[in-house]
């Protein structure tokens, strides 16, 4: 059985797209059927990840054998030009990774709609962190167009006096969100995102945070940030309230080490292999 | 074979070429062979080049039959005869969206011989130097990495490649020269406007089109005539393709200034509506049009162009329509589509057959 993959990445002749990453090149390495599908070619199975029918492009419509759709973000809310309602109908099944998501499209569509979780080659983690000492620095990474989500936190870190990495593509400069911004530039670092040394960037740091979204697009959003860290061996907290629990190395250690030990099988991607392995199998039969 | 093909052919019986969109025009003229030769086209869905309703040229499934022309979803080993792939200088860059989909079809396609047309020249100055787009070589990138471009003969390797001039043949070093043709009376000769029209691509290689020398001979148009070139797709829109015709058709000049387009189609395009062309010399211009019978030879200089256009505009309209008139005629006898699919069923059928058949730059249609 062939297995190729349409991706957002060679839709939009893109490299290095966070979703493409997660939730294809990582199932990739395990699942020897499977590949990147190359123009013109023949596969029993194709699976359109974003890629959508649009007024000109039906192939993921037209594609003879069986066709599943993979979204993973709310792109009908801003692209006006996809066709999402008319791809789902004419898919054998759609993949997701929320229940939010999956509960939405599927009051649209009779085509199943299922989820496959964001997930991860574990191996590629380092040994997930040993916390020491008390906490002093929190670390966010992201697309720097979601920074914004932590502009109410930057106040709460500045008040504990906890320095603050950001990793994103693009520098989002949040120490102007503090009081004293001027003050507070010297605890603020941003690292360049590096998919190479992301984890170990995130080390760096004795905490996590993620702010629960505000904006409609949050709503759909995976948890695929918060398990890196975790991954990563961090706690990861949403509130100041939460921060506060988490000041001490032993607390943090503590906190961590059961949802590791529940992410490091959970979030494995050979998981995600498995799933789609028996969603071909129901969609064949 | 001409005489028993028709317009009656069943699938069956015709040549099963497998290809995919690349250059709209050029596309539009070659599918209407399968209307007198034995050939249908399958073409690769795809979401690089696309065909629809927003084109500006009908679609071919409101034209051809199910024996003609159909959209396949993926390639078939066995299915097909030949293939028909298409490149242009810009493929060699190792990052362009039309590149991957070359690269791919020519890796997945292995069991048939392909034609491999290439629209372009190895001029791409804003990225390489002529010797790195035929041969390949070395080159660092915006962020100071060293990067190996193939070249487009590596691209190309076995395939056999044809060119739209015969100066683009000479400039690669190989290549078969089919030069382009087109149905006379799809394009409107209507009672001219005392406008000055220009229809090249918006973006991307600016050499190639000599956009400098374009803006250039606007400014100085401008200066001198008060006049403003409309330049079709940036400053005049066209809502579609009978809008274009009709705006070009009512156009007095056309001017194509470029420097390496080879055998530009919207200059032929012009000629076949009666516009009178102003041209630069290249890729044979001088072989077909004389200054001031039908057309005229430009050097590449803007007060040039400007003070044309102001006698041919402000002082000499008739003789302008009249000159127009007579570069028609040259367009209706040189670049018709019945040489062109002709010489181009003739490729096909070689190809087809095993053969590669070489240019020995003698046989050219003027």
Sequence with gaps: ???????????????????????????NKFWPESGLYRYGE???????????????????????GVRILDTCDPDWLQTPDIYIKETLDNVHAAVVPTESMREYLQGMTDTPVR???????IEDFPKPKVHNGELKTAVWFGYAHNAELLQSAIPSLEKRGISLIVIAN????????????????????????????????????????????????????????????????????????????????????????PIYDIVKVE??????????????DEVKS | MEGRARGMTPEKDRIKVFGVLNHLGNQYDMLKITKKYPIKFYWLENNVRKWN?????????????????????YYEPGKYDIAMLHVDQQHVNPHIGKGYLYKQMNEIIQDIPKIVINHGTPMYAEMYDEETVINGGDTINSRGEKVHVKGMKELIGDNFMIVNSYEAAERWGWGYPIIHGMTADEWW??????????????????????????????????ERTGIDVQHITVNYKAHDWDDYRDFLGRSLIYINPTLDSPMPRARTEAMLSGCCVLTSRYHGAEDFIQSGKNGFIMPDNPDSYAETINELVHKHYQETVAIGRRGKETAQKLFNVERYHKQLFKIIEKVANGQKPVWHGVDKIW
Aim: glycine share 2%; hydrophobic share 30%.
């Design chain 1, 170 to 257: 693009d520098d989002p400069m949040l120490y102007r969100y503090a009081n004293d911004s001027v003050a507070y530039q010297e605890k603020y670092q941003y690292i360049k995102f590096n998919q190479d040394t992301l984890y170990t960037d995130i080390q760096k740091a004795d905490i996590c945070i993620m702010p629960k979204g505000y904006r409609h697009e949050d709503r759909w959003k995976s948890e695929n940030k918060t398990v890196i860290a975790q991954l990563c061996g961090l706690p990861v907290c949403q509130t100041a309230e939460e921060l506060d629990e988490l000041v001490e190395a032993e607390d943090r250690q503590k906190h961590i080490d």
């Design chain 1, 42 to 64: 023949k596969a029993d199975v194709m699976i359109f990840q974003k890629v959508y029918c649009t007024y000109d492009y039906k192939l993921p419509a037209h594609y003879p």
């Design chain 1, 1 to 27: 059985m062939v297995v190729r993959w349409q991706t957002f990445e060679q839709y939009h002749n893109k490299k290095d797209i966070g979703s493409t990453r997660i939730r294809v090149h990582n199932l």
């Design chain 2, 189 to 222: 000769d209507l009672p001219k406007e005392p406008r000055v029209t220009v229809m090249i691509s918006p973006g991307g290689l600016d050499k190639y089109y000599n956009r400098q020398l374009l803006s250039a001979i606007k400014f100085k148009v401008k």
């Design chain 1, 115 to 121: 989820i496959i979780k964001d997930r991860f080659v």
């Design chain 2, 53 to 73: 309703k927003f084109s500006p040229r009908p679609a071919p499934e409101t034209i051809y039959t199910k024996d003609e022309f159909e959209y396949v979803q």
């Design chain 1, 267 to 280: 979030y494995d991607c050979r998981k995600s292999v498995q799933e789609y392995k028996d969603l071909i």
